[in-house]
Structures are given as C-alpha cells and as structure tokens.
C-alpha cells in the first residue's frame, strides 16, 4: 500500500493539518500530497506546471477536494478532472464547509464519488478524514487503471 496517494486539495492550513493529523493516526502507509489551490491540484493530477517531471500514469488513490478554493474552484478541478479520459475514474470526495443544496446536487452531477461536509468540531472533522482514508486505501477495490 505504500505507493498509494491520497491528493488533499485544502487551502485552509488547520484543516490541512487537522486531515494530516487523521490520516497519520489511522496508520495508512503512503503518501498525502497537499495542494493548496485548485490550479497547483490539477498540475498535480495532469503532470504540469510545477509537477511536470511526475509520472501521469500514477494516479492518486482518491482526491479530498475543497470546493472553495482559491484560482480555480472545486467544482471546476472536478470538471475538468472527469472531462479527461486519462483521470475520469479517479475517485473524487468532496471534503468541504459548503451544505448548500446546489453545491451537493453540481458535485454529485459532475461526478463525485462522495460529498462529506467538514465537522464543526476538530475531533469529528479528524474521525471523519480517518474514515474517509481507511475506506478509499484500505476497503475500497479500485479497478486496473
């Protein structure tokens, strides 16, 4: 399990850190990669600008993405990710504070896999990043890519 990755696109640094703090507890082997905006995510994801020396054929295991970020939006990283025959399979969860209807229905529309609103409390939001991981590296059969 040591090659899997998750991808955290958060731009808020507690958060980032209380979802490293989750997923470092749960023991899961591999690496967290942490994007900060959506544009330095979908470099990450298509091998570009910054990341263009990675290999594009090693795909996270799952993306936790933000839908409020800066430069480019959530909802736009996921668009574009599920417009690309090369990445449409990634499994996307949406990990945000947004309960508003139309950011649930536009997720789910444009291809998330999940859509888990941010606890309030700090020890609900790490349980909750510690499940999210368990279930995506751990339970989840993902097909050949």
Do not use: C, H
């Amino acid at each position: 399990m040591a090659d899997k990755v998750i991808l955290l696109v958060e731009d808020n640094a507690d958060d980032e850190a209380l979802a490293l703090r989750a997923l470092r507890r749960s023991n899961i082997s591999g690496e967290v990669v942490v994007a900060r905006d959506g544009a330095e995510a979908l470099d990450y994801v298509f091998a570009q600008g910054a990341y263009a020396g990675r290999d594009a054929s090693a795909k996270p295991q799952v993306v936790l993405l933000d839908l409020k970020l800066p430069k480019v939006s959530g909802l736009e990283v996921l668009r574009r990710v599920r417009g690309d025959e090369r990445t449409r399979r990634t499994p996307v969860v949406i990990l945000t504070s947004s309960d508003e209807e139309r950011d649930i229905s536009e997720s789910y529309s444009l291809g998330a896999n999940s859509y888990v609103r941010k606890p309030i409390e700090s020890n609900e939001f790490v349980e909750a990043v510690r499940q999210l991981g368990l279930y995506w590296l751990v339970l989840n059969k993902a097909p050949a890519r």
